[in-house]
């Protein structure tokens, strides 16, 4: 069942209890930040919440964010994550700098590649709010395993956006506790780092093939394969 909470005048929450969307108000159109699972029907949701057109933008595609691209014309997702999309969705390009202005809004575009490849960020500066989709959690588990993942790549991610942790206060994860603080940015980051050292507990996930790596504030679904690849 699909909650929607106000987070502040011009911003909701859209929550399953497993992912979350964010809908960004503006005067002429809105933005809807990921689509959730298919059978979530975020779109009808998001219909009872405004008239305005539409804008969808999506920080990755996995099939809990993308899912709802099935009841959309059209949406804009990083080219890296393309071949994940399964609907027939009109999908435009994001990548680094792009800019969105919706009323009281200015996203701009991140690249944060790792979790998937063509996962991104939407920052909005004069804010200080952050949106990471899965790549800042508090708690995880955050997965990092299979081809279209790379831990490397979320490690410098990281990094990336630690060096600009400063410039923001409030940070919205798709999963878990939300909203986060800016130092899960390095928390995260310093625990994948441990898992790449190899210094992690883990056991094998059930139902999974993969196994679970307890970080000190975030775990991890990652396998010894992806852990060690160079
Ligand atoms: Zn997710």
Same mark, same amino acid.
């Given at each position: 069942m699909l909650q929607t909470k106000l987070l502040c005048a011009d911003l909701y929450e859209l929550y399953d209890g497993r992912v979350r969307q964010f809908l960004l108000l503006g005067g002429e159109q809105a933005l809807l930040l990921d689509t959730g699972f298919a059978q979530s029907h975020v779109m009808e949701k998001v219909r009872t919440l405004t008239a305005l057109p539409v804008r969808v933008l999506l920080t990755h595609a996995d099939p809990d964010h993308?899912?709802? !691209?099935? %009841?959309? /014309?059209r949406a804009w997702v990083h080219r890296k994550d393309w071949? !994940?999309?399964? /609907?027939a969705a009109e999908l435009h390009p994001l990548q680094e700098g792009d800019e969105f202005r919706c009323g009281g809004w200015h996203l701009h575009v991140i690249e944060i590649p790792g979790h998937t490849r063509g996962s991104v960020a939407f920052a909005d500066y004069d804010r200080k709010v952050l949106f990471p989709g899965d790549s800042v959690q508090d708690g995880g588990p955050i997965y990092l395993f299979g %081809? @279209?993942? %790379?831990l490397n790549l979320y490690i410098g991610s990281q990094k990336k956006l630690e060096a600009m942790a %400063?410039?923001?206060e409030t940070i919205y994860p798709c @999963? @878990? /506790?939300?909203?986060?603080?800016?130092d899960f940015i390095g928390k995260n980051r310093r625990d994948a780092e441990a898992l790449r050292a190899g210094t992690l507990p883990s056991e094998p996930t059930p139902g999974m093939p993969c196994r679970t790596y307890h970080g000190r504030w975030t775990d991890f679904y990652c396998t010894e394969e992806d852990r060690t690849r160079p």
């Open positions: 993308a899912g709802g !691209l099935e %009841d959309v /014309a071949g !994940l999309v399964r /609907a %081809d @279209h993942r %790379d %400063d410039r923001f @999963h @878990h /506790a939300c909203p986060v603080t800016p």
